[in-house]
T-cell receptor
C-alpha cells in the first residue's frame, strides 16, 4: 500500500522567510501527488497536484512543489512566507481507485 | 465558487445511537467520498461512491456504516450504532472526474462526538 510521510508536525518560520514542508511517499507505481491546506474551521483546499509531465508544479498562493522520483519526495516550498500562510498542510498520494492517502499533516506557524 | 457543504458542523450523540452526516457535493460532480480524521491522527479514506454504488471502501467501513444518495443533491453517511471510537471529524469530498484528472473538493467537515 502507498504511504506518505511528512517530516515535522510543526514548522515555524518568520514572515518573509522561505517555507519548506517535506513530504516523502512510497509507491510501486508512478504516483499522483497532492498538497492540501486546511485553515481553521475550513475544509481541505487543494494547493497543487502532480500527475505527469513537468516535475515542478506551481499552485495557488505562491506555493510550488517538485516531484523527485529518485528521492520519492514532493516537498512544498514558498519563497516568502506571509502571515496568512499559517495553516495545516497535508501531503497526499492517490492510490488506484482514486482514494487519497494522506500524511499526518504539518502545522505551519508564521512569526511576525 | 462552488463548494461542498456539510451539515451539521458538530454532532453530539450517545453511544449506540444512529447518526446521519449530510453532505451536498458540487452539483456537476459524479464521484463522492467520505474520509475521517480521529483527533491527532491522519485523515483516512472511508468510502467512495459512484452511480449509486460503492466503488471502494476501507476496512474501517464495516457493516455499521452505510452511504446513500437519497436525491439528486445530498450524499449521506450513516453510522447505525455509534461507538466511542467513532468520534472524529468526518469530511465529505466530491470530484468531477477520476484518474489523472481527479481533483477532490472537500467540505469543512462534521465533528462527531460520541459520549
Amino acid at each position: 500500500a502507498q504511504s506518505v510521510t511528512q517530516l515535522g508536525s510543526h514548522v515555524s518560520v518568520s514572515e518573509g522567510a522561505l517555507v519548506l514542508l517535506r513530504c516523502n511517499y512510497s509507491s510501486s507505481v508512478p504516483p499522483y501527488l497532492f498538497w492540501y491546506v486546511q485553515y481553521p474551521n475550513q475544509g481541505l483546499q487543494l494547493l497543487l497536484k502532480y500527475t505527469t509531465g513537468a516535475t515542478l508544479v506551481k499552485g495557488i498562493n505562491g506555493f510550488e512543489a517538485e516531484f523527485k522520483k529518485s528521492e520519492t519526495s514532493f516537498h512544498l516550498t514558498k519563497p516568502s512566507a506571509h502571515m496568512s500562510d499559517a495553516a495545516e498542510y497535508f501531503c497526499a498520494v492517490m492510490e488506484y481507485g482514486n482514494k487519497l492517502v494522506f500524511g499526518a499533516g504539518t502545522i505551519l506557524r508564521v512569526k511576525s | 465558487e462552488p463548494e461542498v457543504t456539510q451539515t451539521p458542523s458538530h454532532q453530539v450523540t450517545q453511544m449506540g445511537q444512529e447518526v446521519i452526516l449530510r453532505c451536498v457535493p458540487i452539483s456537476n460532480h459524479l464521484y463522492f467520498y467520505w474520509y475521517r480524521q480521529i483527533l491527532g491522527q491522519k485523515v483516512e479514506f472511508l468510502v467512495s461512491f459512484y452511480n449509486n454504488e460503492i466503488s471502494e471502501k476501507s476496512e474501517i467501513f464495516d457493516d455499521q456504516f452505510s452511504v446513500e444518495r437519497p436525491d439528486g443533491s445530498n450524499f449521506t453517511l450513516k453510522i447505525r450504532s455509534t461507538k466511542l471510537e467513532d468520534s472524529a471529524m468526518y469530511f465529505c469530498a466530491s470530484s468531477e472526474e477520476v484518474g489523472a484528472k481527479n481533483i477532490q473538493y472537500f467540505g469543512a467537515g462534521t465533528r462527531l462526538s460520541v459520549l
